[in-house]
């Protein structure tokens, strides 16, 4: 069974870098072909997908979110995180982490963080 569990702060001052960790448990982020993600839901609004690291280390990013977002991986502790620079209040939002296999479809999800950015 495979499980994902965000971790991070809960209350992020605007301006500064949001930092998330996801750490996976019943399957490596090395094992061909997954892919693993971080979506968010803002109040009120639907899903959006922010960006994913393969198990090969390559990344990808939501075109609007290129310039703010890094993720990144430690395969010793199996855990990836997410980096969101500069919030403003616009980025509040339930931040999942989620595995997604190539040619599929998302199929296992964590149970989600709420990120707050207010001062």
């Known amino acids: 069974q495979v499980q994902l569990q965000e971790s991070g702060p809960g209350l992020v001052k605007p301006s500064q870098t949001l930092s998330l960790t996801c750490t996976v448990s019943g399957d490596s982020i090395t094992t061909r072909y997954y892919y693993w993600s971080w979506i968010r839901q803002p109040p009120g609004k639907g899903l959006e997908w922010m960006g994913a690291i393969a198990y090969s280390g390559s990344t990808y990013y939501r075109p609007s979110l290129t310039s703010r977002t890094s993720i990144s991986r430690d395969t010793s502790k199996n855990q990836f995180t997410l980096q969101l620079s500069s919030v403003t209040p616009e980025d509040t939002a339930v931040y999942y982490c989620?595995?997604?296999?190539?040619?599929?479809?998302?199929?296992?999800w964590g149970k989600g963080t709420l990120v707050t950015v207010s001062s």
């Open positions: 989620a595995r997604f296999e190539y040619g599929g479809s998302f199929d296992y």
